[in-house]
């Protein structure tokens, strides 16, 4: 049982030890040279000029919800795309419908006009 795991830790192992290097390398040979602009706050692409605890504008929560949303879409493709010979045509169509639905959820945020910034 464990030889048909072991494929799967050698990649586990093999990304973390990459992931880690690339990391520690950027940090050793990054340059250190910090000015006031780098290290200025900043939050949403405006400079903050006033208090911390003021009202953002809900379009900002808006964007993130539907990134949220539609982004997870994604995360349903990857094993159906796998399994889909496992499946056959009932999860096909299953995909399908889930697919019609996000549509519908997207055209309706597009006509109420969600996805426009003033």
């Given at each position: 049982?464990?030889?048909?795991?072991?494929?799967?830790l050698?990649?586990?192992?093999?990304t973390?030890?990459?992931?880690?290097?690339f990391?520690?390398?950027?940090?050793?040979?990054?340059p250190?040279?910090?000015?006031?602009e780098?290290?200025?706050?900043?939050?949403?692409?405006?400079?903050?000029?006033?208090?911390?605890?003021?009202?953002?504008?809900?379009?900002y929560?808006?964007?993130?919800?539907?990134?949220?949303?539609?982004?997870?879409?994604?995360?349903?493709?990857?094993?159906?795309?796998?399994?889909?010979?496992?499946?056959?045509?009932?999860?096909?169509?299953?995909?399908?419908?889930?697919?019609?639905?996000?549509?519908?959820?997207?055209?309706?945020?597009?006509?109420?006009g969600?996805?426009?910034?003033?």
């Open positions: 049982m464990l030889a048909n795991y072991l494929p799967i050698i990649f586990l192992i093999i973390m030890v990459m992931g880690s290097a990391f520690l390398i950027g940090y050793v040979l990054g250190k040279k910090f000015d006031s780098k290290m200025s706050s900043y939050e949403c692409g405006f400079a903050a000029f006033e208090d911390a605890r003021m009202k953002f504008d809900v379009r929560y808006l964007v993130a919800i539907l990134f949220i949303i539609f982004d997870l879409e994604i995360a349903f493709f990857l094993p159906w795309a796998v399994a889909l010979r496992e499946i056959n045509i009932a999860g096909f169509w299953a995909m399908m419908i889930f697919l019609g639905v996000l549509v519908v959820g997207f055209i309706y945020e597009w006509r109420k969600a996805l426009e910034w003033e």
